[in-house]
């Protein structure tokens, strides 16, 4: 089976840019860094978990660990992993 | 930019300041600094710098426990003297019904939207998340995993145990939460 988190990154940044506009910021922030340190607001966060959701056909778990919301890199992974 | 006393809290002191075009994370930044500089300097500290902790949250200077947020447009800062912990939060961003329902659990909107808007609620977990988690006891959790519920005139946030309570205002376009754990 190919690798598919590279594609499921590149959807969530997608669905950033939409959010934020082409010319934001999150268009050159990279995979492994900290959304909300890099300048992600919390309202922006939430917003993104939610499009997350109707992007990719899943829900988010009230017990979902916060280090899987770090980072493009990480939400990509939680997105494959839920996929099986 | 004026340090104020804060009606919601004896010896709270806040200051607003605007943050400079391109109103981007670098600007929002300084805009933070700048308003908590000055918020303390209204507390009585010496002290005026916030560094960074290693998970980028501020330090503040031994007996000035504090808080920063920050919307695109103004950042503000929250000193509060010999507090345990404090948080504030500042929000200008709409908050769909989506967004309101992954947020507040179904008794929450219930219960407290007749009388808070969405926008506040939203503000009163960030600010009480940021309050709990300085507390240090109660390792990683999310911020809508806080429960709301109100008591007399004042909401009280609560986790695993912790509670804190927190006020809310709004104005024009913004919402702003304080919580302060005594």
Redesign the interface.
């Known amino acids: 089976m190919p690798d598919q988190a590279p594609a499921v990154r590149e959807r969530i940044r997608a669905l950033l840019v939409d959010m934020h506009g082409a010319d934001s ?1 999150v268009s050159a922030v990279p995979d492994a860094v ?1 959304l ?4 992600v ?4 966060l ?2 993104l ?2 499009a997350m959701e109707d992007a990719f056909g899943f829900e ?1 778990q ?1 017990d ?4 899987a ?1 770090r980072s493009i890199s990480s939400l990509a992974q939680h997105v494959v992993a839920v996929r099986g | 930019m004026a340090a104020v006393g804060v009606d919601i809290e004896p010896g709270a002191w806040l200051v607003w300041h605007p943050v400079r075009q391109p109103c ?2 670098a600007e ?1 930044f300084v805009a933070g600094r700048r308003a908590v500089a000055a918020a303390l300097t209204a507390a009585g500290s010496a002290d005026r710098v916030v560094p960074r902790e290693s998970d ?1 949250r501020p330090r503040f200077p031994r007996g000035f426990a504090g808080s920063i947020s920050h ?1 695109g447009r103004v950042a503000v800062a929250v000193v509060v003297p010999g507090a345990a912990a404090v948080g504030v ?1 500042v ?1 200008s ?1 709409a ?2 019904p ?2 309101s329902e ?2 507040l659990r179904e008794r929450e909107r219930r219960t407290l939207l007749a009388q808070y808007s969405a926008r506040e609620l ?1 503000a009163a977990k ?1 600010a009480a998340f940021k309050a709990l988690c300085a507390i240090g006891t109660l390792g ?6 806080i429960e709301l519920r109100q008591s007399e005139d004042v909401l009280i946030a609560s986790y695993r145990g912790a509670s804190v309570p927190v006020w809310v205002r709004s104005e024009a376009e913004l919402s702003l939460a304080v919580a302060v754990s005594r």
């Open positions: 910021f900290s909300r340190e890099a300048g607001s919390s309202t922006s939430v917003s978990l939610v988010w009230d979902v660990r916060p280090e919301l | 981007g994370p929002q980028g919307t939060d929000e961003a908050i769909t989506r967004v992954f947020v939203f960030e990683e959790f999310l911020f809508w995993q």
